[in-house]
């Protein structure tokens, strides 16, 4: 039994929190992705770090997030109007990541946002939804883009 199980197996998600942090990175997904499964006791610990962690921190909890699916849903809507894009942007992808509907109007808006990066990856975002009202926003969005920005709206959304 590795450490992180050793951790969950005692129940301290704190511990496991802190490995999202700290040591090697395979140890930080996975750490990320044990918490993610613990759902609301997850997204608890979870959301501090994808609001406030460094960018490997906050892209670690993002894919954490999505292990927690539905109960992560709010508060990564939430996340959506973080004064930091690092923030924004790997809110959105978690929330395409996790596919519920509920998402798309604020990725809509999130269409509108200053910033290229998190514009951009909300445009992927509903590209993978597919969702009719998403993709009527996006195509009224894109025409404001520029070349640039289209195509890496494309690239984001193949790899995303």
Known sequence: MGRIEEM???????????????????????????????????????????????????WRAAMGLTRAGEKAVDPLIGALASERPETRSAAAWALQEIGDRKAVKPLIKALEDSEDSCRWMAAACLIRFADEEGLKALEKALG?????????????????
């Open 8 to 58: 969950e197996s005692a129940g301290d998600l704190d511990g496991i929190a802190d490995k999202v942090r700290q040591g090697a990175t395979s140890e930080r997904v996975a750490a990320a992705w044990k918490l993610g499964a613990h759902g609301d006791e997850g997204v608890r610990r979870l959301m501090p770090l994808l609001l406030d962690g460094n960018l490997e921190e906050r």
């Open 144 to 160: 404001k883009e520029s070349e640039e920005g289209r195509g890496y709206i494309g690239l984001l959304a193949e790899g995303s």
